[in-house]
C-alpha cells in the first residue's frame, strides 16, 4: 500500500501535475489556515456558518480552497474564530 506522502512524491514529479500544484498553493494556503483558526476556536463548520450567518456548505468549500474568500469574508471568518485576519506580502 502507498502512503500519501510517497503518492504526492510520484504524482508531482510529472511537470503538469506540478505546475498546476504549484498555481493553486494560495489557495490551499488559505484553506489551511482557516481549518486551522476553526480548530484553535474548538467551532464545527455548522458553528462557524452560523455566527457568520452562511451556510455549512459555503465554510466547506472555504476550507476545501475551491472557493477563494474575499477580504471582507476572511474578516468575517476570522472574528467567528475569535482570530485576526493579516494579510502580508512577500518577495517571491
Known amino acids: 500500500m ?3 506522502a ?4 510520484r504524482l508531482l514529479a510529472d511537470p503538469k501535475t506540478r505546475a498546476e500544484y ?6 490551499f494556503a488559505i484553506a489551511r489556515e482557516l481549518v486551522a483558526a476553526r480548530v484553535r ?6 458553528q ?3 455566527k ?13 480552497g475551491r472557493s477563494l474568500p474575499s477580504m471582507r469574508t476572511l474578516a468575517r471568518y476570522a472574528e ?5 485576519a493579516v494579510v502580508r506580502l512577500e518577495a517571491a
Open 41 to 46: 476556536a474548538g467551532l464545527t463548520q455548522e
Open 48 to 50: 462557524v456558518a452560523e
Open 2 to 4: 502507498t502512503d500519501l
Open 52 to 64: 457568520m450567518q452562511t451556510t455549512q456548505s459555503t465554510i466547506a468549500r472555504m476550507e476545501s
Open 22 to 27: 504549484d498555481a493553486q498553493s494560495p489557495e
Open 80 to 84: 467567528a474564530t475569535g482570530s485576526r
Open 6 to 9: 510517497t503518492l504526492k512524491t
